[in-house]
């Protein structure tokens, strides 16, 4: 039988918890880490509604570089109630990945691969993906009358970015 050593027990410096105090401020130098050299713990109640907002849309911020310096990447949830649409608008140079957590919202953008332009949309349910390439104009919608549809939404960027359109276009077709 093989024997496991015990786990070193783990000192003050081994991570961060937000249940448990910084350490103090006099237990020597470099007993407090900053922001970037530790884990982060958002939890589900505390996530930030500080963020720009849409009619019938709810959006927080769970990663940023407010809420734990994050300097490349954005994450939150957005909140979409029944029967509700975004405007046409596109993310910069943020690519954008969503995750579908309940509800069955729609992603709408413009096409025109087959050199005819068309309107697509895609229709999701839990558990779906949707990625954004950087400037591709869209918009969200939740078609359901009674249900409220939540996605999760990572960025590139260290803040959410939404740049708002007169219409959908097709990407290099900035007319």
Known sequence: MTSHPH????????????DLPDPAPDAGAG???PLHARLHHIR??????DTAQTGGM?????????????????????HVAPATASSDHHHGASETAIHVVS???EFVFLDESD????EVRLR??????IFVPPFVPHREENPSDDEEAVV???????????VNLPGLYVLGDER
């Open 7 to 18: 786990p070193p027990q783990p000192s003050p410096l081994d991570g961060f918890h937000p």
């Open 31 to 33: 007993s407090s880490l």
């Open 44 to 49: 589900a109640d505390a996530l930030d509604g």
């Open 58 to 78: 709810r959006r927080f911020a769970a990663i940023s570089g407010r809420t734990v310096g994050s300097e490349r990447i954005w994450m939150g949830q957005t």
């Open 103 to 105: 509800g069955h919202p």
């Open 115 to 118: 050199g005819v332009r068309e």
């Open 124 to 129: 999701t349910a839990p558990g779906d993906y």
């Open 152 to 162: 999760v939404i990572a960025r590139s960027t260290q803040e959410a970015v939404v």
